[in-house]
Structures are given as structure tokens and as C-alpha cells.
């Protein structure tokens, strides 16, 4: 949990949350400040713990396009909006100001859940003219997040794909992965499916802070071990890699990653959007206090000034000599390791639009 040194004292329990503060967005016309008002609450006191919420949504469609000349997709789907994972530098926190709330807490805890997506996104595969092309899944939010454990949104949509021998990328923190592992050795061993695990440390004491309700790094390296076991081509993502913290860490995740299965590699510096700038200073305030001038100052050096710069080719890695270094020892690495970097595309051509659906399947 990280709890802001410039808020008053909560009225509620976090237990393995990033952060206990709400500030606000970009979007609010108005800016609220909270204050202490001398009752203070006693450390014996037995405040409520705060619950997550998940509402239901009904969207349109599902499938997100996007033109952003410096990624690699055109089109993904998120099953969720808000991740209670909580990891506290998550980029997307800021994406909770369009529904009006807060990236802080409620980015963790108020939930939106998309039961209908599979459904929809058998309609938009089946529209006159649709061409495939790979849709990546755990782009904003996780979508093997924990209510994903109950809701199963996300093995909805991988039978989705699957019938339609769709192509799909995933990046996930989830060791929940493991459980559609059936599908997606089908699907990677035809062409159609690869999968993601971000490593982010391998220092458990640090995840648990940085990242508290996602599985540790030891349990996502055997998740590695599990989908590699299972033929899934799994690629592992050292990402974030948060400047004079993590770095130092590189070779040793890809080192640990390809021992346990893992084929392929890649690497993004940490990004703090606006609203999530202020969130991780805090966490360094209090769980990395020796840390925190030099991770500043390195970010800092990276984007001209700023602890973030959201210029397109600029935002994923940087720029100067520390952003550099890190890129060198990135390729040396692999190329000694044997993981790639590029993996051949996926199959687009085995794309075929069943006769029936779900609920009437096909006499022939």
C-alpha cells in the first residue's frame, strides 16, 4: 500500500493495495484536497476494509482500434476496465478519469466488467468485409486480473477466437493463464496464439509493493515453465524496467525467464502519465526513500527534463546515454541467451467464419 505523505488519515483499511489516495484527473474542473481534521484515527482503531467492486458493462463492440505509429497491433480487446492488480506505475490508471473516476484507489478497486464481450465480438468477426489481423488482449488492464477467476470473461472470448481461428497476442502478470492453456496450445501450435508474462523484478520483497496482488516472480516463471510445457510460444516481458531500481535486474529476468521456457524477449522503460507520476513518487517517498532522487533523476535525463514525455518512438524507451546502455545490454543479452526479439507474425490466413454460432451450431 502506498499512502500519500501530503493526505489525511484513512478511513478505511487497503490491505494489498498500490495506494490508498484518490487524486484527481486531468478531467475534474475542480480539485479536491484532503485534510486532516484532528480526529485522528488510532492505529488500534478498527477501520472498515475496502472491498472491490465490479459493475457490469454493455459495450457496443469490443474490439479497440488504434493508429499509434509505435505499436505493434492495430486492434486489441479488455475484457476489464480498472485492474486490481494495483500495481502502482501501471500506465493505464489515467483511463479511469474517462468514466470519472479516480486513478488511484478506485483504478483498483471500482471495477467494470464486460460480460457481453464475447458475444459482441462474435458479431464484429462476423461482419461482411472483416479482415483478420492479430488483437492483443492485457494492452490497458490485465485480463487474467483475479475476478477474472469467476467471471471467465476472457475464456469466453479465447472459444471466440479459437472457432474462428482468429490470431491473438497476450500480455499478462496472471498465473490464471495457465487454466486456458488448453486453448492456447491449440491455437500457438497452428500459428494463432503466443502469450506474454511481464517480469518486473525478481526481488518478492519488492513486487509485493510495487505490483501487491499480482502473483510473484517465482510464480510467474513457472508460469513460463507451464505454457512453454504446454507448446505455447511464450515471450517474457521485462517490463517496466524502472531506471536505478529494477535495471540493474535485466540480464538476471531474461536469464531466469529463458531457463524456464520463454523464446523471445522484450523490454519498456517505465512510463508515468500524469496523474500516475505523482502515485509512484509517493511509493518511493515511502517504500524506496535512498531510491528516489536518482530514479527521478534518471527519468528525468530520459525525457528532456521530465519524468515523462508521451512523444510518439520516445515514450517506450527514452533517450541519452542511460536509456542507451539499457538498450545495449538489452541485445546483448538475447543474442546471448538465444531468445528474439521479433517473432514471426501470426497466421492470418486460416481465418474462417463458422457456419452456426455459440448458441446454434452448424448441422454440416
Keep these: 500500500m502506498t499512502r500519500s505523505p501530503h493526505t489525511a488519515p484513512p478511513r478505511q483499511r487497503t490491505p494489498g493495495r498500490g495506494t ?3 487524486p484527481e484527473t486531468r478531467f475534474d474542473r475542480y480539485a479536491r484536497v484532503a485534510e486532516d481534521d484532528g480526529w485522528a484515527v488510532s492505529e488500534d482503531e478498527d477501520l472498515p476494509t475496502l472491498r472491490t467492486e465490479v459493475r457490469d458493462e454493455s459495450p457496443r463492440r469490443v474490439i479497440t482500434r488504434n493508429t499509434s505509429p509505435d505499436i505493434g497491433f492495430d486492434r486489441s ?3 476489464y476496465r480498472g485492474c486490481e492488480h494495483g500495481c502502482v506505475y501501471c500506465f493505464a490508471r489515467p483511463s479511469h478519469g474517462y468514466l470519472g473516476m479516480s486513478p488511484g484507489l478506485d483504478f483498483e478497486t471500482r471495477l467494470i466488467a464486460r460480460p457481453d464481450a464475447p458475444a459482441r465480438l462474435e458479431t464484429e468477426l462476423r461482419r461482411k468485409g472483416y479482415a483478420p489481423a492479430t488483437i492483443a488482449m492485457g494492452t490497458n488492464t490485465d485480463p487474467y486480473q483475479p475476478i477474472e477467476r469467476d467471471r471467465r470473461i476472457m475464456r469466453g472470448i479465447l472459444e471466440v477466437l479459437q472457432r474462428f481461428r482468429h490470431p491473438l497476442s497476450i500480455a499478462t502478470k496472471g498465473s490464471l493463464v ?3 492453456a488448453d486453448i492456447l496450445s491449440e491455437m500457438s501450435g497452428q500459428g494463432l496464439a503466443r502469450v506474454g508474462v511481464s517480469v518486473t523484478t525478481l526481488d518478492a520483497g519488492l513486487a509485493r509493493t510495487l505490483e501487491p496482488r499480482v502473483p510473484s516472480p517465482a510464480r510467474r516463471l513457472k508460469t513460463i515453465e507451464r505454457l512453454a510445457r504446454a507448446g505455447i510460444e511464450v515471450r517474457v516481458m521485462a517490463s517496466p524496467l524502472i531506471p536505478g531500481l529494477t535495471d540493474p535486474e535485466l540480464e538476471s529476468i531474461l536469464q ?7 523464446v523471445a524477449a522484450s523490454w519498456i522503460m517505465l512510463r508515468l502519465p500524469f496523474e500516475v507520476s505523482g502515485l509512484f513518487e509517493d511509493w518511493l517517498e515511502i517504500h524506496a526513500p535512498g531510491r528516489r532522487d536518482k530514479v527521478l533523476a534518471r ?3 530520459m525525457h528532456g ?4 514525455s508521451a512523444e510518439w518512438g520516445h515514450r517506450m524507451r527514452g533517450e541519452g546515454v542511460h536509456a542507451a546502455l539499457i538498450a545495449k545490454r538489452f541485445d546483448v543479452a538475447v543474442k546471448r541467451l538465444g531468445l528474439v526479439e521479433h517473432l514471426p507474425p501470426l497466421r492470418c490466413d486460416l481465418f474462417q467464419v463458422p457456419l452456426g454460432d455459440a448458441r446454434q451450431p452448424s448441422l454440416f
Aim: glycine share 8%.
Design 20 to 22: 490508498d489516495s484518490n
Design 256 to 262: 531466469s525467464a529463458r531457463d524456464a521456457g520463454a
Design 178 to 180: 495457465e487454466r486456458d
Design 299 to 301: 527519468l528525468r535525463e
Design 77 to 79: 480487446i479488455n475484457p
Design 305 to 308: 527534463g521530465k519524468t515523462y
